[in-house]
């Protein structure tokens, strides 16, 4: 037998088992995704979500202004409003309460424009429903500059019917229904009738509240002394304004047609004398009106009054 050796087997080669690509590439591309995200978000997201973030803080602090407004807590609303003062350098004291407040609906975000915000707030007065804007700037922090409450410029006699510390000048008014009483200066008393102040646009002052001003007791006294003195000389020396020669008084009291302007401290009293005149007739008589006129004259501290006759201009309606 040949003397040879038989070559040896080559020893198995062990299998390396293939990784597919597929979950690989899956990955890879899963990352890529990630990213993208991660980058847009950084792009577009962010400053997005920040200026969400300052809608939603502009919005708690008009909340808080609209909360302390309807509550009538007059330390809250300056807290709320820090600059208030910018406007008229108005003081704490110059804010008026009403006696009903606003009622807030609901609160929303109209824009953020850079620095400035504005806020909507949904709100009722009494029976009426409206909205106001709220204006905010942002210094370092929302602050509200105007809006809800109702700037206006009320006189010595305003600021005597609003009580308590309120100054002539600038005034903040809350929104609400102002109910107030009677208020006797003297010569004439105020009778203010119930009145609502809403919210005003931005940018509005209102017009001061108004009051009927009406003679008081003492005035219409002085009123009718004042008259039966003028019939008295008319019954020595007929004159022009008189009645008729040989009319006597009637049941008939004189009527007193009053107008009266406060910021001129003067106005007129239109008075109707009814006086009995015989007909020609036997034991008939008419009845007659003599228009008279008197100028009005009120102290400066409303608390005297004075009268003089004037030509009446004919017969008052």
């Not at 803080?57 to 809250?76: F, I, K, Q, S």
């Not at 005597?160 to 008393?189: E, H, I, K, N, S």
């Not at 203010?192 to 003492?218: C, E, R, W, Y």
């Not at 022009?240 to 049941?251: E, I, K, L, Q, W």
């Amino acid at each position: 037998m040949p003397d040879f050796a038989m070559p040896e087997e080559d020893a198995p080669r062990r299998a390396v088992p293939l990784r597919p690509r597929g979950p690989r590439l899956r990955r890879g591309v899963g990352v890529a995704v990630v990213v993208a995200v991660v980058s847009a978000l950084a792009i577009v997201g962010v400053p997005a979500l920040v200026d969400q973030q300052r809608g939603r803080d502009a919005v708690a602090t008009v909340e808080r202004l609209a909360d302390a407004v309807a509550d009538g807590d007059v330390d809250a609303v300056l807290a709320a409003m820090p600059t208030i003062d910018e406007r008229g350098d108005v003081a704490a004291m110059d804010v008026v309460v009403p006696a009903s407040g606003l009622r807030v609906e609901g609160v929303s975000l109209v824009r953020v424009d850079g620095d400035e915000a504005i806020v909507r707030v949904a709100h009722a007065v009494g029976p009426d429903r409206g909205s106001a804007e709220v204006r905010l700037e942002d210094r370092d922090g929302w602050r509200v500059v105007e809006g809800l409450l109702a700037l206006t410029d009320v006189d010595d006699v305003v600021a005597r019917v609003l009580g308590g510390d309120v100054q002539p000048g600038p005034t903040w008014l809350l929104p609400g229904r102002y109910d107030l009483g009677t208020v006797g200066l003297g010569a004439v008393d105020l009778v203010p009738a119930a009145f609502a102040i809403v919210p005003p646009p931005l940018g509005a002052t209102l017009p001061a509240p108004t009051f009927d001003a009406v003679p008081s007791v003492q005035t219409a006294s002085a009123a009718l002394d004042r008259i039966e003195a003028v019939l008295a000389a008319c019954a020595l020396a007929p004159a022009d304004g008189c009645p008729p020669v040989g009319a006597t008084p009637s049941d008939v009291p004189p009527f007193m047609g009053w107008s009266i302007d406060l910021a001129a401290r003067s106005g007129t009293l239109d008075v109707e004398v009814t006086s009995s005149v015989a007909a020609q007739a036997a034991g008939s008589a008419e009845l007659v009106t003599t228009p008279m006129r008197f100028a009005v004259t009120l102290a400066d501290d409303l608390g005297a009054v004075a009268f003089e006759q004037t030509p009446a201009s004919g017969q008052l309606p």
